[in-house]
């Protein structure tokens, strides 16, 4: 067997690991799910686990990637059919909307890595708030083509209510939130644009 194919394999495995871990600590939580749980139906032995993972935490690192890269995707595409920045900044929040409505009852897995492991795990809660420094840049440069004035403050305040919103739309599973949360990101660009 060559190497290339060693590390398609590998990389396959590892993917797989992942894979079932981010669904598995989605529906369960991440202290709630154990490595059995995490490896059943795989076919994966927790030898195989732990050569690609040290330990449960480097793993949900890697998950809490994973979950950053899938939203991103989806967010690049639902963001696609919009036209100006200003519009592709409301528009989140009308992907979250659909979010809560739709696909994501178990709420945002960063978030939820971030509570479970406040102050008890640095790695995990860094891997989480890149996951939300990701979205900040997004609404920055958004805004910066939109030629807000004080781009930087009006992200932040548009980060600030997309981040409540997201919180909002967790604990009370209402999509409506987002869309309250929309209307005051709309007065900010209008006041900004002006």
């Known amino acids: 067997m060559d190497t290339n194919t060693n590390n398609s394999d590998n990389l396959d495995k590892r993917q797989a690991i992942i894979q079932k871990a981010y669904e598995v600590f989605y529906k369960e939580g991440f202290h709630a799910a154990g490595v059995d749980s995490l490896l059943d139906g795989t076919g994966i032995s927790k030898r195989t686990l732990y050569k690609y993972f040290a330990s449960k935490e ?3 690192q890697a998950v809490i990637e994973h979950y950053s890269n899938l939203q991103f995707k989806a967010l690049e595409t639902y963001l696609a059919d919009h036209s100006s920045p200003a519009k ?3 528009a989140l929040f009308d992907w979250l909307s659909e979010m809560v409505a739709t696909r994501n009852p ?3 897995l960063a978030i939820n890595a971030k509570m479970e492991y406040a102050h008890k795990h640095d790695a995990i809660e860094g891997q989480s708030s890149l996951h939300f420094s990701a979205f900040y840049e997004l609404i920055y440069d958004l805004c910066k083509a939109a030629h807000c004035h ?3 403050k009006v992200a932040k305040q548009i980060h600030i209510l997309f981040q409540g919103a997201v ?3 967790q604990t009370e599973g209402n999509p409506e939130i ?3 949360a929309k209307g005051v990101a ?3 660009l209008e006041q900004a644009l002006h």
């Open 58 to 60: 480097e793993l949900i």
């Open 88 to 90: 592709k900044i409301l």
């Open 106 to 108: 178990n709420g945002c």
């Open 150 to 152: 004080d781009a930087k």
């Open 167 to 169: 919180v909002g739309g």
């Open 178 to 180: 987002a869309q309250l």
């Open 186 to 188: 709309k007065s900010l």
